[in-house]
């Protein structure tokens, strides 16, 4: 896990018109699809910090969301803590991609899009909420069922709560199961990004495991055992 300071370039909105920044990094500080970082003003040692997850990744940065009731100003900057956990890991080989947003922004699978895009891969997205303007190769699917008997990856992205309510009995889940491979982002804090803290443990008892360590995007088959 990498240290670093930041740089609040600009203010801007996200692709759905929240508030957001645009922070420049060092290289090694640019999470991956499905990665995050965890930030504070550089005062003291407090190893609690809050977590970011970009809607946008740059060769010099990236752009996340303004934390609420958190005021960063250009040029301020930043203690990075990151990239956090492990990120979506789509296999070469997989042309047909599935991204979906259950209970959670599609903005976190932007660049997820933009990557599939690089690669020249069919890409359909499907969310429960608001969509941005997408990119012209990218299909918007209404159909969660027939999208993923399309696919032969799904990368998905839910909230802890719809998580906790639904988890492993969602049909969703289910019928992303049956894909040649599934990923899922579980979108909860990760507090101390070591797994000290438990915070971020994803499952109860034998089979918990900590999104900053083992996540936030698990293989769905290891959800599922």
Do not use: K
């Not at 899009?113 to 997205?125: P, T």
Request: contains cysteine; hydrophobic residues 45%.
């Amino acid at each position: 896990m990498h240290r670093s300071l930041a740089q609040v370039e600009s203010q801007l909105l996200s692709p759905l018109g929240r508030a957001g920044v645009r922070m420049r990094v060092l290289p090694a500080s640019i999470p991956a699809p499905g990665q995050a970082v965890l930030a504070c003003r550089p005062v003291g040692d407090d190893p609690f910090r809050q977590m970011l997850l970009p809607f946008a990744l740059h060769t010099d940065g990236f752009s996340v969301l303004a934390p609420e009731g958190v005021a960063w100003q250009p040029g301020e900057r930043i203690d990075l803590l990151g990239p956090i956990g492990r990120p979506f890991r789509p296999p070469a080989a997989r042309r047909r991609w599935l991204l979906a947003a259950l209970g959670a922004s599609p903005e976190v699978l932007l660049p997820m899009l933009n990557l599939g895009i690089e690669r020249g891969v069919s890409l359909a997205l499907f969310a429960d909420s608001d969509v941005p303007v997408l990119p012209p190769q990218v299909e918007i699917s209404t159909d969660l069922d027939a999208a993923l008997e399309w696919a032969d990856y799904a990368g998905l992205a839910v909230s802890a709560e719809w998580f906790d309510l639904r988890g492993l009995e969602s049909s969703a889940l289910h019928a992303a199961r049956r894909t040649r491979l599934a990923e899922v982002l579980v979108l909860l804090p990760m507090p101390c990004g070591t797994g000290v803290c438990g915070a971020c443990a994803v499952g109860h008892g034998r089979t918990s495991r900590c999104a900053c360590t083992e996540g936030p995007v698990f293989p769905l088959e290891d959800l599922m055992r």
